[in-house]
Structures are given as structure tokens and as C-alpha cells.
């Protein structure tokens, strides 16, 4: 589990904190930051859990270093059943997790931003499992909009 301290420097450390970067470490402010490992081929892999009565996705943020393809591992360790309702390029995952499963998905997401997945059945506590994967990096030149540079930190 990460401490209070912990969490705010990896925040800080993957730049999830800043204006105009990836700066989703204050919009969802519960659960864990994870990073996604990198096989020698480039793919990338990383588990994903629901813990037992938590009502969330464990971690709750995770980041990948770069666009490319991740194979996610998904576990649910919950009494209850759930679901994940995952993002991919041409087309959304979904995958029924009964109580005490796991699942695998295989997602391509090739582009810098935050990608959001969540377990929408149940209405768990009001708003259902929410999480969201941060892709790092600049989009490509020919992606970039016409305008005068922004500040970076």
C-alpha cells in the first residue's frame, strides 16, 4: 500500500501534478498509482484488482510510459460480481468478472491522454468503479493543433 507521502511523490514524479501534462493526480484522489512494466518487445503488462468490500480498482490509476499495446490482467477478489468496461483504439473491452475471477484484456492505446475504464453494473455505491489509464508522452506533430506553445513546467 502506498503512503500519503509516497503517493504525492510519485504523483509528482510522474508528473501527474502539473498543468499541461498528465494532470489527472487531483481529479481522482482515492485508491493507488500503478506502472505498467515493459517487456523487451515494447508491450506492456500490468494487474489490475478489486479488492474485497473496497468498491474500487486497484490500482485506481495506471500509467503506461508510452502509447503501444498493454495486456492487463484483471482480478476480482470482491464477494461481489463486477465487470470492467475497458478502452482500446476501434473498440471498447468489456469483460464479466463474477466473484472471486480473473480475466485477461489485451488493449491498444497508441496515444498520449487519460483513458478511462470502470465497472458500471451494479451502481456500486452511487457511481461504480471508476480508474483510468494515463498514457505518457507528446502527440505526434502531424496530432498537434495550430496555436502558440503553452507554458510547460
Same mark, same amino acid.
Given at each position: 500500500m502506498t503512503t500519503a507521502k509516497e503517493r504525492s511523490d510519485l504523483i509528482n514524479e510522474l508528473g501527474l501534478d502539473w498543468q499541461n501534462k498528465a494532470g489527472l493526480g487531483r481529479v481522482l484522489g482515492t485508491g493507488n498509482i500503478g506502472q505498467a512494466t515493459e517487456g523487451s518487445d515494447g508491450r506492456m503488462q500490468a494487474t489490475i484488482r478489486i479488492n474485497p468490500d473496497e468498491?474500487?480498482?486497484?490500482p485506481s490509476i495506471l500509467v503506461m510510459p508510452h502509447g503501444g499495446d498493454i495486456d492487463l490482467e484483471l482480478?476480482?477478489?470482491d464477494r461481489n460480481t463486477h465487470c470492467a468496461l475497458l478502452p482500446s483504439n476501434?473498440?471498447?473491452k468489456f469483460i464479466w468478472l463474477v466473484n472471486h475471477s480473473r480475466?485477461?484484456?489485451t488493449l491498444? #492505446? /497508441?496515444? +498520449?491522454?487519460?483513458y478511462w475504464f470502470s465497472s458500471p453494473t451494479g451502481n456500486d455505491e452511487g457511481r461504480g468503479l471508476t480508474g483510468a489509464i494515463?498514457?505518457?508522452?507528446d502527440a505526434p506533430p502531424e496530432a498537434? #493543433? /495550430?496555436r +502558440?506553445?503553452?507554458p510547460r513546467p
Amino acid at each position: 500500500m502506498t503512503t500519503a507521502k509516497e503517493r504525492s511523490d510519485l504523483i509528482n514524479e510522474l508528473g501527474l501534478d502539473w498543468q499541461n501534462k498528465a494532470g489527472l493526480g487531483r481529479v481522482l484522489g482515492t485508491g493507488n498509482i500503478g506502472q505498467a512494466t515493459e517487456g523487451s518487445d515494447g508491450r506492456m503488462q500490468a494487474t489490475i484488482r478489486i479488492n474485497p468490500d473496497e468498491l474500487a480498482w486497484d490500482p485506481s490509476i495506471l500509467v503506461m510510459p508510452h502509447g503501444g499495446d498493454i495486456d492487463l490482467e484483471l482480478i476480482n477478489d470482491d464477494r461481489n460480481t463486477h465487470c470492467a468496461l475497458l478502452p482500446s483504439n476501434g473498440d471498447r473491452k468489456f469483460i464479466w468478472l463474477v466473484n472471486h475471477s480473473r480475466g485477461r484484456a489485451t488493449l491498444n #492505446l /497508441d496515444g +498520449p491522454g487519460y483513458y478511462w475504464f470502470s465497472s458500471p453494473t451494479g451502481n456500486d455505491e452511487g457511481r461504480g468503479l471508476t480508474g483510468a489509464i494515463v498514457v505518457l508522452g507528446d502527440a505526434p506533430p502531424e496530432a498537434r #493543433l /495550430d496555436r +502558440p506553445a503553452q507554458p510547460r513546467p
